[in-house]
């Protein structure tokens, strides 16, 4: 059973930052690209980076792009995302998933929310200006 678990998440001024983890169990982690997402209240889940299977190439949004870095640690199954420069606009809930094709290099569509097959419970990240 595919199972991921998002830590890291609180309450932070605008300005701070936040390291945001995922870890993963009941797949080959190493093989699978995988992405991060959030939803804020009223609107729809947005997709936030996507890292290869390797861990590059990487995919980012151009609303995170300079401010947000995903990263993963491939031995510990685990998936990072830094977020530095926090604004009251990032406050929403943070998702994990798994990519659904193996030795995915994020190149198509990396981050439609059809691409990924496991989900995360998510983990609450608040920004207060």
């Known amino acids: 059973q595919v199972r991921l678990m998002e830590s890291g998440g609180g309450s932070v001024q605008a300005g701070g930052s936040l390291r945001l983890s995922c870890r993963a169990s009941?797949?080959?982690?190493?093989?699978?690209?995988m992405g991060w997402f959030r939803q804020a209240p009223g609107k729809e889940r947005e997709g936030l980076a996507c890292i290869s299977y390797s861990g590059s190439p990487t995919v980012q949004a151009a609303s995170v792009m300079v401010r947000f870095t995903i990263s993963r640690d491939n031995a510990k199954h685990t998936l990072h995302l830094q977020m530095n420069r926090l604004k009251a606009e990032d406050t929403a809930m943070y998702y994990c998933?798994?990519?659904?094709?193996?030795?995915?290099?994020?190149?198509?569509?990396?981050?439609?929310?059809?691409?990924?097959?496991?989900w995360g419970q998510g983990t609450q990240v608040t920004v207060s200006s």
């Open positions: 009941g797949l080959t982690f190493s093989i699978y690209a």
């Open positions: 998933a798994v990519r659904g094709s193996l030795y995915d290099r994020c190149s198509v569509s990396p981050l439609t929310i059809e691409k990924y097959t496991y």
